[in-house]
């Protein structure tokens, strides 16, 4: 059986309406294994510890088999700090939210491990998967993350494993996206012909975004192409696309 890894970005509490309907289209479609990408404090106005209920409806479906990933730290990055390749692709991908894409080993050192320890004390999980913001790395994070025990990394085209570089899948993913109408229009004709494109590869990657949920016309669109993918692809963790033959 191929197979689909979903993933949910941006998960604060800052959308968390938005993301209790993510949750409930994807439960009624039948998928109740998805990742989860959480924002420790987004934007530095929302951290997960003044959040308990947030925090504990995360946790129960954490239980019930969606796997939590820690995605940045604030999810916004300073465009001061990058040089100018950097800055381009900070407003193409991110709106100038790539938190990790200017930062050397040690500062992103310690933001990896103050996120990490932050969704232990909210949510009582022990995560092993980080994906930054935008899917844009420095250098020095990669470096970081082969030192901090991550064992699952994404960009927008691999998945890999930090602690040895080994590329788990390669697979480009499917998404929408917001910004100027060209990119919106680009991204919306490449969710529409993924299921032509990829329809040999053993895995796709299909990732939301809560903006996503909040525009009818997409909602619908990303629902109907789920179901096609569904008809022939079950839904995956990181850990059991790592552990498959």
């Known amino acids: 059986m191929k197979k689909l890894h979903l993933s949910v970005h941006d998960?604060?509490?800052?959308?968390?309406?938005?993301?209790?309907?993510?949750?409930?289209?994807?439960?009624?479609?039948?998928?109740?294994?998805?990742?989860?990408?959480v924002v420790p404090d987004h934007h530095g106005k929302w951290p997960l510890e003044d959040f308990p209920?947030?925090?504990?409806?995360?946790?129960?479906?954490?239980?019930?088999?969606?796997?939590?990933?820690?995605?940045?730290?604030?999810?916004?990055?300073?465009?001061?700090?990058?040089?100018?390749?950097?800055?381009?692709?900070?407003?193409?991908?991110?709106?100038?939210?790539?938190?990790?894409l200017g930062l050397g080993e040690e500062s992103a050192e310690k933001l990896l491990t103050a996120g990490r320890s932050t969704l232990k004390k909210a949510l009582d999980i022990e995560v092993n998967s980080f994906v930054a913001p935008g899917w844009l790395y420095s250098t020095g994070t990669s470096m970081a993350l082969r030192k901090t025990g991550f064992a699952f990394s994404e960009n927008r085209?691999?998945?890999?494993?930090?602690?040895?570089?080994?590329t788990i899948?390669?697979?480009?993913?499917?998404?929408?996206?917001?910004?100027?109408?060209l990119k919106r229009c680009l991204a919306a004709f490449w969710v529409k012909v993924s299921g032509i494109v990829l329809a040999g590869s053993k895995t796709v990657r299909f990732a939301i975004h809560p903006c996503d949920f909040e525009n009818h016309t997409?909602?619908?669109?990303?629902?109907?192409?789920?179901?096609?993918?569904?008809?022939?692809?079950?839904p995956v963790s990181y850990k059991e696309l790592k552990s498959a033959p």
């Not at 968390?16 to 294994?33: D, F």
């Not at 085209?157 to 080994?166: A, L, M, Q, V, Y």
């Not at 899948?169 to 109408?181: C, E, H, I, R, T």
């Not at 192409?225 to 569904?230: D, G, H, T």
């Open 169 to 181: 899948v390669w697979a480009p993913v499917v998404n929408y996206a917001g910004g100027s109408p």
């Open 53 to 100: 209920e947030f925090c504990g409806w995360l946790g129960q479906l954490a239980e019930n088999g969606v796997e939590i990933v820690l995605h940045g730290c604030r999810h916004e990055g300073d465009i001061e700090e990058l040089n100018l390749p950097d800055r381009i692709r900070s407003r193409l991908f991110t709106r100038n939210e790539g938190e990790f």
């Open 11 to 37: 998960v604060s509490p800052a959308h968390e309406s938005t993301l209790r309907k993510i949750h409930s289209a994807l439960e009624q479609l039948g998928i109740v294994r998805y990742s989860m990408l």
């Open 218 to 234: 997409v909602k619908k669109a990303i629902i109907e192409r789920l179901k096609v993918f569904l008809r022939r692809r079950v």
């Open 157 to 166: 085209w691999r998945i890999w494993d930090p602690s040895t570089g080994k």
